[in-house]
Structures are given as C-alpha cells and as structure tokens.
C-alpha cells in the first residue's frame, strides 16, 4: 500500500546528542515537508523540500537539519542546538507543488530528552 | 502573513449532539485554499476537506458539513448527531495561492480543537 512511514514511532534522546528521524514516502510525492507539534498546539513547519536536492527553512528550522537526496526520503536530524526537542514530529507529502493538493501525513515519531 | 484561528480548544458533547468547530483565518493573497484535518488518538492527520477561495458553496459530507464564508474569513465544521468516534483533534490550515511558486505547498495551521464525544 501506498503511504507514509515514519521511524522509530517512540525516539529517547540524552541532552546533547543529534539523532536522526527517518520519512519515506512511496507515493511519488515531489514535495515533503517536517512539522514539529507540541502538546495542545498546532503544527508548525521546520522544513521542506519541493524537489530532490533541495530544501528551504520553514518556521522553526533552527536547531535542525534535513536533506533530500531521493525523492521518497527525506531525513530529519535534530541537533543539540534544538533547545527544546521534546515533541511530536510529523512528516507529509505532497504532489506537484504548482498545483494544490491535500499533504499525507505519516504517523508521527515522539522524541523525548531525557 | 497567514494565520488561522481556531478559539475553541475544547469541546464536550454527548454523543448524538451537533458540534460546530469555528476556524477564522487571514491572508493577503486573494487565491488561497482552506482544509480541515482530523488527528484520533493514534496521531496521523486525516484530511477531510480541501476548499478554495473561488468556491463558497457549502459542503456536506455525510455527518460532516462545512460551511465557508469569505466575508467573514470563516471556514466553520460541523459534525451532525457526533459519535464517539468523531473524538480526536481537529485542526483548520490555510494554504498560499498556487500562484506563489516560491511558497510551495505550505500550510499554516490552526491550534486545533479537541472534540471529546461521550457515550
């Protein structure tokens, strides 16, 4: 089936250790985009990415840093310089950024700093 | 900039009741596309709706309705004789014009409502 995955579904991370969250989408999606949720809030957007080997800054990018070498990856590593990375990080996708469509979300992964 | 509203952050129904979730967004672009997003339990968005600023037709959708007004930046949900099922986060998001190519696909979302349907 075609879809969204996100791994680990649970991520823990000691103070000062970068960790990497994994996307990958088999939709043949160009666009794809991280969203960091906090509790009882909405989503805000960290990166995204219209095309393969590119990336632009969203909202909140400090702290972390993505890449897009395939289409249907599309890798989120949280820095220690993220000062407060506890929270739900949800990946989506897209199809043909000129024309609107509806983003896919995968089924978020929870990082906690102990 | 874009930013949408949703002011309610909290609702509690008994099952069977109506529930209306208000969502009020604002934009310079004059073309621009409205959705509704619910999120269970389980954390992945769901996409219910997508509408653009062109069409101001109401929509219905089973138990679901959504009623768009642009005179009133009001993009509203309503979720008819609610279901415990219908329990879970609902957010609104705004999206730029098609036109903007440099804004790509993004959306800005609401801070959702929490819907909490009893039996």
């Known amino acids: 089936d075609g879809g969204i995955t996100q791994s680990p579904k649970y991520l823990f991370r000691k103070e000062g250790q970068n960790v990497t969250l994994s996307c990958e989408q088999n939709?043949?999606?160009?666009?794809m985009y991280w969203y960091r949720q906090d509790p009882g809030q909405g989503l805000r957007l960290i990166y995204y990415?219209?095309?393969?080997?590119?990336?632009q800054k969203g909202d909140i990018a400090e702290g972390y840093s993505v890449s897009r070498e395939k289409k249907e990856s599309f890798p989120l590593t949280v820095t220690s310089a993220q000062k407060n990375p506890t929270a739900f990080y949800l990946c989506?996708?897209?199809?043909?950024?000129?024309?609107?469509?509806?983003?896919?979300f995968g089924p978020g992964t929870r990082l906690t700093v102990l | 900039a874009q930013k949408v509203t949703q002011a309610q952050t909290e609702i509690s129904v008994v099952e069977k009741e109506d529930v209306t979730l208000d969502c009020v967004y604002e934009?310079?672009?004059?073309?621009?596309?409205l959705f509704w997003y619910k999120q269970p339990p389980s954390g992945e968005l769901v996409f219910l709706i997508r509408?653009?600023?062109?069409?101001?037709q109401n929509e219905i959708s089973g138990r679901y309705s959504w009623n768009f007004q642009k005179s009133t930046s009001s993009f509203n949900f309503t979720i008819t004789a609610s279901q415990v099922v219908d329990s879970a986060v609902y957010f609104c998001?705004?999206?730029?014009?098609?036109?903007?190519?440099?804004?790509?696909?993004?959306?800005?979302f609401g801070g959702g409502t929490r819907v909490l349907v009893k039996p």
């Open positions: 934009t310079r672009d004059t073309t621009y596309y």
């Open positions: 989506a996708s897209s199809t043909q950024v000129n024309v609107w469509n509806e983003q896919f």
């Open positions: 998001a705004l999206g730029f014009s098609p036109l903007n190519k440099a804004a790509g696909n993004k959306l800005t």
């Open positions: 990415s219209q095309i393969v080997n590119d990336f």
């Open positions: 509408r653009n600023s062109f069409d101001e």
């Open positions: 939709l043949n999606h160009d666009a």
